[in-house]
T-cell receptor
Framework: DAGITQSPRHKVTETGTPVTLRCHQT?????MYWYRQDPGHGLRLIHY???????DKGEVSDGYSVSRSKTEDFLLTLESATSSQTSVYFC???????????????FGPGTRLTVL | GENVEQHPSTLSVQEGDSAVIKCTYS??????FPWYKQELGKRPQLIID?????GEKKDQRIAVTLNKTAKHFSLHITETQPEDSAVYFC????????????FGKGTLLTVNP
């Protein structure tokens, strides 16, 4: 597996509390992504980053924010968690320098978040 | 934006049979089509991909085909084994400055011994 870790791996929290998930990579890849995975919906992109301090929204970005202050870390924040954000969250990385012009993405182990 | 449809959502086969999963995409500019396998409780793993300049690619028991005119691509698994049981996702991406993958909703493949 590519050098990608996520923390925490499991978290239970209450509605209305802030939550931050961390993705850490040791591959020096430029691009990083946050997805959520829910039954019947597959993998949906929340936010992505194309460089330090460069981020953009995905298809399900409402209620989420991200930050990337250094190449190796990409943080996903739920400012005020809701039950609809109960999901499994995956981080992914890619780098066109190693895959040519094609977006090969490699996934982290995932974080299971439960919002009560 | 890109839309990827994947069928079937579930597929059950007998060990040794072949399995085929099909995907269609909407954006004719897409040029990269990976397939991921996800075992229960694990991360998605890239198993094979195809780029728009080829029509077919094989890797041992798995193969992918691409029909750019019809905008569909397929995953073929031959001589299925119980360890092939997993959820399979297709995805599509444009090249160049678009660094996003759009995923299908997945196919749960069950291989019965």
């Amino acid at each position: 597996d590519a050098g990608i870790t996520q923390s925490p791996r499991h978290k239970v929290t209450e509605t209305g509390t802030p939550v931050t998930l961390r993705c850490h990579q040791t591959e020096n890849h430029r691009y990083m992504y946050w997805y959520r995975q829910d039954p019947g919906h597959g993998l949906r992109l929340i936010h992505y980053s194309y460089g330090v301090k460069d981020t953009d929204k995905g298809e399900v970005s409402d209620g989420y924010s991200v930050s990337r202050s250094k190449t190796e870390d990409f943080l996903l924040t739920l400012e005020s968690a809701t039950s609809s954000q109960t999901s499994v969250y995956f981080c992914a990385i890619s780098d066109l320098r190693t895959s040519g012009a094609y977006n090969e993405q490699f996934f982290g182990p995932g974080t299971r978040l439960t919002v009560l | 934006g890109e839309n990827v449809e994947q069928h079937p959502s579930t597929l059950s086969v007998q060990e040794g049979d072949s399995a085929v999963i099909k995907c269609t995409y909407s954006d004719s500019a897409s040029n990269y089509f990976p397939w991921y396998k996800q075992e229960l409780g694990k991360r998605p793993q890239l198993i094979i991909d195809i780029r728009s300049n080829v029509g077919e690619k094989k890797d041992q028991r798995i193969a992918v085909t691409l029909n750019k005119t019809a905008k569909h691509f397929s995953l073929h698994i031959t001589e299925t084994q119980p360890e092939d049981s997993a959820v399979y996702f297709c995805a599509a991406s444009k090249g160049g400055s678009n660094y996003k993958l759009t995923f299908g909703k997945g196919t749960l493949l069950t291989v019965n011994p």
